[in-house]
């Protein structure tokens, strides 16, 4: 029997399990995740820095462990019981960072982990032995916020290190030559030129033109204050959660920093949902834990750029961090032909 002939289990009352890899720059998310949306979570792995090959050797021994460990009854859910090996369907999920074209399993490039052009799923197929669903990290996010809430549709932007789009319509993923999404390259004018003249700062570095992750990222968020803060590089930085207190104090620079930065991500999510149609959008990310002044904050803001259009709704990400391994799951799900039952309905 190869691979992508392994039995599927059969659905009824019980729920199926898929196996989710959930590869990060620095730590690799691992889960049993349940066809209704509930995670059995397995240590964490410290990602592979061996390169493509170094990562599917990293997955192949920890899937062997891990399926050693079912057949042994030793996956336990929250409750105590036990995973049955025969509810765990024969395809493995795993969700990459970088560029990558999912429906040719092939990734393109990856800055943060060191791999070009790869034939990502097909060489984790035969090294686990198994039938591959490969998913790209923020799409997979998109994908698990909209289907295991009840949506077919959504446009879900992650907003963290950097910033980018997953968008989901008519329950699956869209993606383009693996660029669908990247709105974090959108280049914007910097509008702390302006204001690093009044401070008397050096000018002469700044571009005139910045990529959006470059302005409005939780990361860029807090390098930003720093520059226009004049705190020196060799000094500890504020994070992006500290210069949203410090705007909440009265901070000039920081309501400088926020403001420029929610304009900016909202003039891009309006020209998004102007091109799609009205979409429900899904916000995630680090900076998502400003939690719901945040987010009325950047409704408005998209709002202030749309006219004769509808209203746009936004709603904070309904999984948080386990939004990947749920989308990662649901596309292991697809292919193992094994129905989703959302957990939560949209608000």
Not at 286 to 300: D, N, W
Request: charged share 15%; glycine share 12%; with cysteine.
């Amino acid at each position: 029997m190869s691979p992508d002939e392994l039995p599927t289990p059969k659905t009824g009352s019980a729920p199926v399990y898929a196996l989710a890899f959930d590869v990060g720059g620095t730590d690799t998310k691992v889960a049993f995740v349940s066809n209704s949306g509930s995670l059995v979570t397995l240590p964490t792995l410290t990602t592979s820095t061996g390169g493509a090959v170094g990562l599917i050797d990293q997955i192949a021994g920890q899937h062997s462990q891990i399926q050693q460990a079912l057949h042994r009854g030793e996956i336990r859910r929250p409750d105590g019981s036990t995973v049955p090996a025969e509810l765990v369907c024969g395809v493995v999920g795993v969700g990459v960072p970088g560029v990558m074209v999912e429906d040719a399993g092939m990734t393109i490039t990856s800055a943060n982990l060191g791999w070009g052009r790869f034939p990502m799923r097909d060489r984790l197929g035969e090294a686990l032995g198994a039938p591959i669903a490969l998913g790209h990290d923020v799409r997979s996010g998109a994908l698990g916020e909209a289907l295991f809430t009840g949506r077919q549709e959504c446009f879900f932007v992650a907003i963290g290190t950097g910033i980018s789009a997953g968008i989901v319509l008519n329950g699956r993923v869209l993606n383009r030559s693996g660029s669908s999404g990247e709105i974090g390259q959108i280049l914007l004018p910097n509008p702390d030129l302006n204001y690093l003249e009044k401070a008397a700062a050096p000018v002469s570095a700044q571009a005139t033109l910045l990529p959006l992750e470059r302005l409005a990222s939780a990361e860029y968020t807090a390098r930003r204050y720093a520059l226009l803060k004049g705190i020196s590089p060799q000094t500890a930085h504020p994070t992006s959660k500290d210069v949203f207190l410090r705007e909440r104090e009265g901070d000039e620079c920081a309501h400088h920093v926020i403001e420029t930065a929610t304009q900016a991500l909202g003039s891009v999510l309006a020209a998004s949902l102007a091109t799609l149609g009205n979409l429900d959008v899904i916000v995630g990310g680090g900076q998502s834990k400003e939690g719901p002044a945040y987010l009325e904050r950047l409704r408005q803001a998209t709002l202030s750029h749309l006219v004769n259009l509808p209203e746009p709704h936004f709603s904070l990400s309904n999984f948080g961090s386990q939004a990947q391994l749920l989308g990662i799951a649901a596309q292991a799900f697809a292919k193992a032909q094994v129905p989703i039952i959302p957990a939560t309905r949209p608000s």
